[in-house]
């Protein structure tokens, strides 16, 4: 465990930035680290506003497989707790962040949760996409100082799990999930819908 611990911070120092960085590739950072997130949201939106049944429930089942990945990824930061770099007094930070515990990734937990079930469909240029995207996500985090890459890899083992578990039952549970979620949908976008802006 030792030998390891040493790897992830021999690692993360390689990785992150310090005081020779250039400020164009720390705005980068910042930007990859913090906003890529939005891209994601406005994806599953567009997805689910524009995409036809499939793509709809495809969208849903993105979403459970997140929410999954996080209460897998909450419980493993329980069990084994790890310090932030910063909270041990390690390499440089960038961008503000709380000492809470850096196990997973909840960032690239979620990435890769909604990565695995678009690639796993016709969507799968999408999934490409955002997992391409999460790596970016994930490098910056440790680039910026707030993640160790132990942190990325067990974010990715919790996605996995995540979208293993949730396939094994999702055709079972998805049409009864879906129908009550669109029918909430359809009354509260019913002006939207009417002008054909969005799909009903």
């Not at 310090?18 to 906003?35: E, I, M, Y």
């Not at 949201?41 to 036809?52: K, M, R, S």
């Not at 429930?57 to 993105?62: C, E, I």
């Not at 930070?93 to 079930?117: K, Q, R």
Request: proline share 4%.
């Amino acid at each position: 465990m030792d030998s390891l611990e040493a790897l992830n911070r021999k690692i993360f120092l390689l990785i992150n930035a310090d005081d020779n960085t250039a400020a164009w590739l720390l705005c980068l950072g910042k930007f990859l680290a913090k906003d890529t997130l939005y891209l994601l949201v406005l994806l599953l939106a567009c997805l689910w506003l524009w995409g036809g049944d499939a793509r709809r429930r495809l969208t849903l089942k993105a979403i459970v497989t997140a929410a999954a990945a996080l209460v897998l990824g909450t419980l493993a930061g329980m069990i084994w707790v790890h310090q932030r770099p910063f909270a041990l007094g390690i390499g440089h930070t960038y961008i503000p962040h709380i000492p809470n515990a850096s196990f997973p990734s909840h960032h690239t937990a979620i990435f890769a949760a909604v990565g695995f079930t678009l690639l796993a469909a016709e969507t799968r240029t999408y999934g490409w996409a955002v997992l391409g995207v999460g790596i970016a996500m994930a490098w910056a985090r440790i680039f910026m100082g707030v993640h160790f890459p132990l942190d990325m890899v067990g974010a990715v083992v919790m996605a996995a799990a995540a979208y293993f578990g949730v396939s094994k039952v999702w055709n079972k549970y998805a049409a009864c999930v879906e129908s009550c979620l669109v029918h909430v949908y359809r009354k509260i976008f019913a002006p939207l819908i009417s002008r054909g802006w969005v799909r009903p």
